[in-house]
């Protein structure tokens, strides 16, 4: 472990927790501009969390240990899941601890500490909400991973740092099974990330919230850092699907020089693919929660098909 | 052999038999003092555990130990006892005694006064039920292993049967029974193969005999029939989900943390151990059955509305996943890719003995809360982690376990399956690269229902408000209840926190198994785990949790540092919805509910719905298993009307009978004379 390996470990941990509001900022502020509103400025979500943390608490009165702890918990899952993504660098002492298949775990950990904590209460809202997000959830979760298995049947890898050193220094090759997975990969990006035609993030619409209904009660800190662990889990599946689709950029070990270039190279990889979740939004209309299954059910197989796509064309 | 009974020094075997004595023992006390109940709980159960405590200590010492052989002058004259004592059944007499030392504690807090058989009976049938899955482990002859395992589904049966005054508890039990017997002739067929017409019953024999592939595989496939009726192998899973919640729920955590645990050491034993051909299909034919029978186990426990059942029902998913590991390892095993083989016989392992621990903990929960609540159904419950924090937090740590999540021993298990699953490309056959990924995918599918059941399971009974007043009384457990608890809950986390330590106990096992393990590597690195190459894939728990909770810990101090702690405590705000009553919570058929929508060709489904002009509306649905009415039930029927037929023979008059005499003794003296 260098000096360096824990430098970028740092940074790495530091650009995820500061600039993930800031994505989250950004595609709402896309959204709305693709859809003729007046834009929120770019810091909304930085001062909405300073304004929330200042709040006194208001939890209710019958709320056990388990609601007050999960916010924590959930924010230290998504803190760990940004420490073993390759954003900046391959260079992450923490990264051998979770490999890709642990990163969906921890996605796992904390959608079930979300689901508990909303059925702790034991509000109407709560408990459909904690349904609905599992019903979500338990077929995102395989999509997800079969993502993750096209890609490592490429690489015979299945850690994080792994797949983008080999896809970034192989010789430029379209894979036939990418393209199946990074339609997989997109759909499931949008439902586990609480977007339009799945869920809706700015509706509280009773019938049709799914990630609203969850964190209804939480208030002032504990929602902060809820909404805070929301948007560094899009900034992590971002990077996540940067790390497998679009690794270049990203810095080796021992380049001190390639890390400076890497945080703009980031920004800008995620600026394009927050318009492009911004334009997805926009054209798609919000779908009834019995559809979600199919559309979930679609991402899985086509994620399964790429799989089989590479076993038969003998990639890897 | 020399050395026992009146040997120099005690060898593992020695104490093992000791072991196995002393349970005895405790029993026949139990028996004298039939209806003294608190001695039998506070002093038989303890002394238990603490025997178990003894097996555990001397299976981990003979875990790394020579093979150690033994005979026994009991049984039939010219058939004596054959024991052995390797590193296989090391493994499992390590899985028995550290389950049955968690369990034997709780037990002692929980059997209550005038329930059904007297506590001393209880004592003895617990103990000879553990002293006989003992003695199955290191039987080395097809003799005593059928004494023993017909032991054990006996000693079981009146344990299922412990409340035996309801009359669906004794319907289950005679399910239980049937089932059991019903395996037990095929396992009785596979020895007869086994012994290849050599007429020597022993092990040992059987490991000579080199059969054709042909009389193999009827000797694979009846012992898969026969052990897989015991583990809950799809279409042979009926009587679990009902002798489950029959039985008391202490002996529901052996049951399905040892029991099915030892129906698949047989499986092993006669499989990887026994037979010396190895062809591939077997491996897909026990993946195809592992993980067909998972998805059902899993798909059904999500949709039930009782707790043991939906817990049963998880068991099978569970027993599933293993066998569709042990399957892969056969694959391998028949291709020559030892290392391969090693690791998901490793997974294989590993998902038995976190299973082990965690299956029981969750049926003590069960026991726990059944005791605080006279309930046993998930609609009725609810809110219980405030008055049962005891239970809760166990269970919690048990469900986050079964829900297969990093960083507890469910997912260690997942993770070595999944990776073992990712490394098919290069077996010999395209058609099986092609069918390993889509099972990879399966698995991905079990593993994410299976973290529904688990909320649903926790969330429903600890979560929320009380679904009924009488719950506001519920007490928290006793003393022993929670040791018994805290030992579980120890046992899942050291399993899921330091593998590599667990997975150098297996080592020899899938050494001896499969010719290859894990040893090297997990030597090498001391808290990463890694199948074969740091590049390819490696895994920490330990780290894992370590950052999670220091960033938790920094997380708290940093907003109380920066901000302030301030809280109120007010009612729910709903909305600003201020009637909320407990019945708006979900329900557990309505957390169910989208799982039977989506699954819904896999149910048999009867719903009653209300109309608008019903006096007193109400909604049911009734899920049932479709096995039941596509394959028990024909058989059912089908059996009977032959025994209507052979029936016409008894007409009950003693002249039909001599004449039958006669006639059979012309047809033998026709067949004899010619």
């Not at chain 1, 797949?163 to 970034?168: K, N």
């Not at chain 2, 040992?204 to 029939?225: C, E, K, Y």
Request: contains cysteine; charged residues 10%.
């Amino acid at each position: 472990m260098s000096w360096l390996g824990v430098f970028s470990q740092l940074l790495a941990l530091l650009t995820a927790l500061f600039l993930a509001p800031l994505l989250s900022g950004w595609v709402n502020q896309c959204r709305a501009r693709l859809q003729n509103k007046s834009a929120p400025g770019l810091l909304q979500p930085y001062r909405m969390l300073h304004k929330l943390f200042q709040k006194d608490s208001v939890m209710a009165e019958h709320a056990s240990a388990l609601y007050r702890t999960a916010p924590y918990l959930i924010f230290g899952c998504m803190l760990l899941a940004s420490a073993i993504v390759p954003t900046l660098s391959t260079d992450l002492p923490l990264s051998p601890a979770a490999d890709g298949i642990a990163l969906v775990g921890l996605f796992a950990l904390a959608r079930v500490f979300i689901s508990l904590a909303a059925m702790d209460v034991g509000t109407a809202f709560g408990s459909m909400g904690a349904r609905r997000e599992m019903l979500v959830g338990f077929l995102a979760e395989p999509a997800l991973m079969m993502v993750l298995f096209c890609a490592s049947m490429i690489t015979r890898s299945t850690s994080l740092t792994g797949i983008v050193e080999t896809l970034a220094l192989r010789e430029l090759a379209i894979y036939p099974s990418f393209l199946l997975a990074g339609v997989a990969f997109t759909m499931v990006s949008l439902a586990e990330n609480a977007r339009v035609p799945v869920d809706n993030p700015d509706t509280h619409l009773e019938l049709t919230m799914i990630h609203e209904s969850l964190i209804l009660e939480y208030s002032a800190r504990h929602l902060a850092l809820l909404e805070w662990a929301a948007s560094l889990k899009l900034f992590v599946y971002s990077c996540f699907g940067l790390a497998i689709f679009f690794p270049w950029g990203v810095a080796q070990a021992n380049a001190p020089l390639a890390l400076i270039v890497a945080l703009p190279v980031l920004v800008f990889k995620l600026a394009v693919g927050g318009f492009l979740m911004a334009v997805i939004e926009t054209m798609s209309a919000k779908m009834r929660i019995f559809r979600v299954p199919e559309f979930l059910g679609t991402a899985f197989l086509m994620a399964v098909i790429g799989l089989l796509v590479n076993v038969l064309l003998g990639v890897g | 052999m020399p050395h026992l009974l009146h040997a120099t020094a005690w060898v593992h075997l020695d104490w093992v038999l000791l072991v196995v004595v002393m349970w005895l023992l405790i029993g026949l006390i139990g028996i004298v003092a039939l209806r003294r109940f608190r001695f039998v709980a506070i002093v038989l159960f303890p002394i238990g555990a603490c025997v178990s405590l003894l097996l555990l200590g001397v299976a981990l010492s003979a875990a790394f130990a020579e093979p150690e052989v033994a005979v026994l002058p009991l049984g039939l004259p010219q058939l004596p006892f054959h024991l052995r004592l390797d590193s296989l059944s090391a493994f499992f007499l390590m899985l028995i005694g550290g389950v049955s030392a968690g369990v034997s504690t709780f037990a002692a807090g929980y059997f209550r006064k005038g329930e059904g058989t007297p506590p001393g009976l209880i004592c003895l049938e617990y103990h000879l039920f553990l002293a006989s899955i003992a003695m199955v482990v290191i039987a080395d002859d097809a003799y005593l292993f059928m004494v023993v395992w017909e032991t054990m589904a006996f000693s079981s049966f009146f344990l299922v049967m412990a409340n035996h005054r309801i009359p669906e508890i004794r319907q289950a039990g005679y399910l239980y029974m049937l089932v059991a017997h019903i395996g037990a002739l095929g396992i009785l067929m596979c020895f007869g193969l086994l012994q290849a017409n050599t007429g020597d019953y022993t092990f040992d024999n059987m490991r000579q005999q080199h059969l054709t592939p042909f009389w193999g595989s009827i000797a694979f496939v009846l012992a898969i029939f026969g052990f897989g009726a015991k583990a809950g192998l799809l279409p042979m899973h009926a009587w679990l989900p009902e002798a489950h919640p029959a039985a008391p729920s202490p002996f529901s955590a052996l049951m399905s943390g040892v029991m099915l645990k030892i129906a698949l050491y047989a499986m092993l034993r006669v499989i990887f151990d026994l037979l010396q051909t190895r062809i591939w299909w077997w491996g897909v034919l026990l993946m195809a059955i592992g993980l067909a029978t998972a998805l059902f186990g899993v798909v059904f426990s999500t949709v039930q509305v009782e707790m043991k059942r939906l817990l049963a029902y998880s068991s099978i998913e569970n027993i599933g996943l293993i066998c569709a590991g042990m399957g892969l390892s056969l694959l391998f095993s028949a291709y020559g890719m030892k290392s391969f083989a090693g690791l998901a016989m490793t997974a294989a392992m590993y998902h038995m003995i976190s299973h082990a621990f965690f299956k029981s903990l969750l049926f003590c929960s069960t026991g726990a809360v059944l005791h605080a609540t006279g309930e046993r159904s998930l609609g009725k419950l609810g809110g219980l982690i405030r008055n049962m924090p005891w239970v809760a937090w166990p269970t919690l740590v048990g469900a986050l376990a079964c829900a297969g999540l990093p960083p507890f021993s469910g997912f260690v298990a997942e993770w070595l399956l999944l990776q073992s699953f990712l490394f098919t490309t290069g077996l010999p056959s395209s058609f099986l690269d092609m069918l390993v990924p889509v099972m990879a995918a399966l698995i991905a599918l079990i593993a994410a229902l299976s973290g529904y059941t688990m909320v649903k399971y926790f969330g429903i009974i600890f979560l929320g408000q009380h679904r009924d007043e009488k719950l506001a009384k519920a007490h928290d457990a006793g003393p022993w209840e929670r040791l018994g608890m805290a030992w579980l809950v120890t046992g899942c986390l050291l399993l899921g926190l330091f593998p590599n330590q667990m997975i150098a106990l297996m080592d020899p096992v899938t050494r001896k198994l499969v010719g290859a393990g894990l040893a090297q590597s997990v030597a090498d690195n001391g808290w990463l785990l890694i199948p074969v190459s740091v590049e390819r894939a490696s895994y920490a728990p330990a780290i894992f949790m370590l950052v999670i909770l220091l960033s938790i810990g920094l997380v708290f101090l940093l907003v109380r540092k920066l901000y302030h702690g301030r809280l109120r405590r007010v009612p729910p705000w709903d909305c600003g919805y201020p009637w909320i009553t407990p019945r708006m919570q979900d329900t557990a058929e309505g957390f169910g509910q989208p799982i039977r929508q989506i699954f819904e060709p896999f149910f048999r489904m009867q719903r009653h719905l209300p109309t608008a002009f019903d006096e007193h509306p109400s909604y049911k649905v009734t899920v049932e298993d479709p096995l039941w009415y596509w394959l028990y039930l024909p058989l059912a029927s089908l059996v009977e009307r032959v025994s209507r037929v052979i029936g016409l023979l008894q007409q009950g008059r003693i002249a039909v009978y001599l004449m039958y005499s006669f006639v059979t003794l012309i047809v033998v003296l026709l067949v004899v004379s010619r």
